[in-house]
């Protein structure tokens, strides 16, 4: 594989620095990478994978597949030895090493109680609801307004809140373009789960682009994934500005902040549309009661209703 190829050209690059070299080698052992293809030395000057990833920091160096893998095993070493010229003088350095590949010999195991039976015994019907919009459009706000709406209803929901994420299962995320569609594909594995759960699960994300959602809305039946797109202009999120971002992005301290240098794809075909009437915003409550509304006209919170699809979609 590639990937064995380019460890090997680190092996012969970095050979002076032996902590380094046994941990090299230490990687190529553990996770049994096929034989490369090739001559090694003749391809010497090849680049890194694309799937691999180097951050040079100023006491560390991360070497990272890129987009990390959920199954990944990550293996570490601590040693003194310095690694680049640009790191000559620091006394510790830290390589990550994330392994790239997919499980094998996995079976689904079946369970006597299904989707329907949590349904019924929750009455409701299981689904996504995915808030999608720019940072400071309300996302967070709408999402915990929603679920203060269906729980007072007696109906359960769970708000899976994109930075509330990275503090957890995402916490080894960043946001480059690889990273994000990683962010998302992870978030939406995990709404899969509760939607089948039988909760309203209610995901608040930027989720910047288009492909990164349709992939989310592919993991589930088309009617059970509703995208909210909180279609607040540029203007308002910037002046709100409640994290101070946008201000950080303009002064160039953010880098691939959406809006600002990243751009944000809008969705083509959601369910739910939310702007400003008037160019007045509608309060978090009225925004959360237009989506309760559309929840309990498709029927999802009757178990037993059949849900309601639009014929022309």
Not at 208 to 227: M, Q, S, T, V, W
Request: proline share 8%; aromatic share 10%; hydrophobic share 35%.
């Amino acid at each position: 594989m590639y990937i064995c190829m380019y460890l090997s050209l680190l092996v012969k690059k970095y050979k002076k620095y032996p902590k380094l070299l046994t941990f090299l080698n230490e990687i190529i052992n553990i996770y049994s990478f096929d034989e490369p293809s090739g001559n090694i030395e003749s391809n010497f000057w090849l680049p890194p994978p694309p799937f691999l990833h180097f951050l040079h920091c100023p006491n560390h160096v991360y070497i990272q597949s890129v987009p990390p893998d959920p199954g990944i095993t990550a293996r570490s070493c601590l040693f003194s030895d310095p690694l680049l010229p640009s790191l000559t003088g620091k006394e510790e350095y830290f390589i990550l090493m994330s392994s790239v590949g997919h499980s094998t010999n996995i079976f689904w195991h079946e369970c006597p109680i299904g989707k329907v039976d949590r349904e019924k015994l929750l009455n409701q019907q299981g689904c996504v609801v995915w808030i999608t919009g720019l940072s400071g459009s309300g996302k967070s706000t709408l999402a915990c307004s929603l679920g203060r709406q269906l729980h007072s209803r007696g109906k359960l929901s769970y708000v899976l809140d994109g930075d509330n994420l990275r503090h957890g299962l995402n916490k080894n995320l960043g946001f480059s373009p690889e990273h994000r569609m990683e962010n998302i594909r992870r978030v939406g594995e995990v709404a899969k789960l509760f939607a089948d759960g039988g909760l309203i699960c209610i995901a608040s994300l930027i989720s910047p682009y288009r492909k990164d959602r349709e992939a989310c809305r592919a993991l589930l039946p088309k009617e059970n994934f509703i995208e909210v797109f909180l279609n607040m202009p540029l203007e308002l999120c910037e002046g709100r500005d409640p994290k101070g971002l946008y201000k950080l992005a303009r002064a160039g301290k953010i880098k691939g902040f959406t809006g600002v240098d990243d751009p944000y794809e809008p969705p083509l075909n959601c369910e739910i549309e939310l702007q400003q009437k008037d160019g007045i915003c509608p309060t978090p409550n009225e925004m959360a009661g237009e989506v309760v509304s559309y929840l309990e006209d498709k029927g999802y919170l009757i178990a037993d209703s059949p849900v309601i699809t639009n014929p022309l979609t």
